[in-house]
């Protein structure tokens, strides 16, 4: 499994945009990148994915390098709402004919968004 | 609407004692999770399955066991309830078909062993 590396925590103002970035230095050519949000209390909840270059919806935008050895999460203009736990994943699970390889979280992100 | 439910939400039991957790999701999903998150480790994950019959020991399965005898569900079981099994258990799925690769969480279980 590919491992990742996140910042334990961040903090940031409404209005302001949050980047979050994560490694994954020993990514596979079939691995795709997921960021999960969690709030306290519930279980997480995909936000986005994505393989390479760029991937926005309406929540965020995934930025991905060519060398995909790294991702940045993007929050536009975070609201006190945004504060929760991210999660960066990367894994290839669907893939049976692949091998099969459950999806493992780290310990994720912590952004605090402040008034 | 289709969904994933866990049950109990919350639960305390003493040392020793087995315990299951029910998991049960409507959308019909091949893949099934458990996981469970300690303050400080993220989530960790326990068993999967990718369909019926099929089951697959995650980082942390020790103590636990899990069955699938149908689509819908994946009970998670302590044979023998220990202190260190006291933490919040997630349950999720997803579809082995779809091109997200998006997991589906249940809203959690509280485990307290004492």
């Known amino acids: 499994l590919a491992k990742t590396t996140q910042p334990i925590s961040m903090d940031s103002y409404e209005g302001q945009e949050v980047n979050i970035t994560c490694s994954h230095n020993n990514i596979a050519t079939n691995d795709y990148i997921t960021w999960y949000q969690q709030f306290p209390s519930q279980g997480p909840r995909f936000i986005i994915q994505g393989y390479k270059t760029k991937v926005t919806n309406e929540v965020a935008s995934l930025f991905i390098p060519a060398d995909r050895k790294s991702s940045t999460l993007s929050l536009p203009r975070v609201s006190l709402s945004d504060t929760a736990v991210y999660y960066c994943l990367v894994g290839d699970y669907i893939r049976v004919d692949t091998g099969r390889r459950a999806l493992t979280f780290g310990s994720g992100t912590r952004l605090q968004v402040q008034p | 609407d289709a969904e994933i439910t866990q049950s109990p939400r919350h639960k305390i039991t003493e040392t020793g004692r087995q315990v299951t957790l029910a998991c049960h999701q409507t959308w019909n999903h091949n893949n099934m999770f458990w996981y469970r998150q300690d303050l400080g480790h993220g989530l960790r994950l326990i068993h999967y399955?990718?369909?019926?019959?099929?089951?697959n020991k995650g980082e942390v399965s020790d103590g636990y066991s899990v069955s699938r005898s149908n689509t819908e569900d994946l009970p998670l079981t302590l044979e023998s309830a220990a202190s260190s099994q006291t933490s919040v258990y997630f349950c999720?799925?997803?579809?082995?078909?779809?091109?997200?690769?998006?997991?589906?969480f249940g809203e959690g279980s509280r485990l307290t062993v004492l």
């Open positions: 999720a799925s997803s579809d082995l078909a779809g091109d997200t690769g998006e997991l589906f």
């Open positions: 399955s990718y369909g019926v019959q099929d089951t």
